[in-house]
């Protein structure tokens, strides 16, 4: 992790008539570090990630992410960030080896390293024997760490992931998480949500969200303290017991 910052926002807000989802959203989040941006299902994470993606225009407030203006420069945002979520990040009736073939592809891989990359993503995931099968074939787990790999192909400044791990045994999850920290350590910035408080453990540091606000932003250890907590599960608790949203709200 460097002292670089690559994603700045100073009061991004979101709002929809008179709900505001994102509410004066502020933070930096420093090259290479893993970033946990967690909250109750409706506190406003998913809008606020929306928006530093390049997918919502926010209502007000500014942002650069990578260095490049939120408003301004959505398409230079894109192509300098990878993507990946929990609801779809493969296409499953393509096999293992068209699935990086495309993403390459959309993510502007040059062509004259596509080759090359590929190979060498397969002999690293040890694909190999499967390269050619459908993804709809292969365990939930394979799937994940496949969709991991693509995301971060053309190596990207920055990799959102949306709930990655949700619904993987732990074994998987937690050797997902070897994927994040070999990616860190190559300088990639991890902004990652989940709901699994254990995960939060394994950031940097992590940003709670409660009804559209940042109610804490720290070091898990520094929470922790803060609160007079054992675990992050008991910071979250404590944050988010009066929140008065609910899911269907956003």
Not at 81 to 108: A, C, H, P
Not at 193 to 199: A, G, I, N, R
């Amino acid at each position: 992790m460097t002292n670089e910052v690559v994603i700045k926002t100073d009061k991004l807000t979101k709002q929809y008539g008179d709900f505001v989802a994102a509410n004066q959203i502020t933070l930096e989040v420093y090259q290479g570090e893993i970033f946990g941006f967690l909250g109750a299902n409706g506190a406003g994470k998913t809008t606020a990630m929306r928006m530093l993606c390049g997918l919502s225009t926010p209502s007000s407030g500014s942002a650069t992410i990578g260095g490049f203006d939120i408003y301004k420069e959505t398409e230079q945002i894109k192509k300098n960030i990878g993507y990946m979520s929990q609801k779809f990040s493969l296409y499953e009736d393509l096999t293992v080896m068209e699935n990086i073939r495309f993403f390459g592809g959309i993510y502007g891989v040059p062509d004259k390293d596509l080759k090359e990359r590929m190979r060498s993503l397969i002999e690293t995931l040890g694909l190999k024997s499967e390269a050619d099968k459908l993804v709809g074939s292969l365990p939930l787990g394979w799937k994940q760490k496949l969709a991991f790999s693509v995301a971060i192909f053309h190596e990207p400044k920055i990799v959102f992931l949306d709930e990655p791990t949700g619904g993987v045994d732990p074994v998987t999850r937690r050797q997902f998480w070897d994927l994040i920290y070999d990616a860190s350590d190559k300088g990639i910035t991890i902004f990652v949500t989940t709901h699994y408080m254990d995960e939060a453990e394994y950031c940097n540091r992590v940003t709670m969200m409660v009804d559209g606000y940042i109610k804490a932003l720290d070091t898990p250890y520094k929470l922790k303290q803060q609160f007079s907590a054992d675990s992050m599960d008991d910071v979250f608790y404590e944050l988010a017991r009066n929140a008065k949203r609910r899911e269907d709200q956003l």
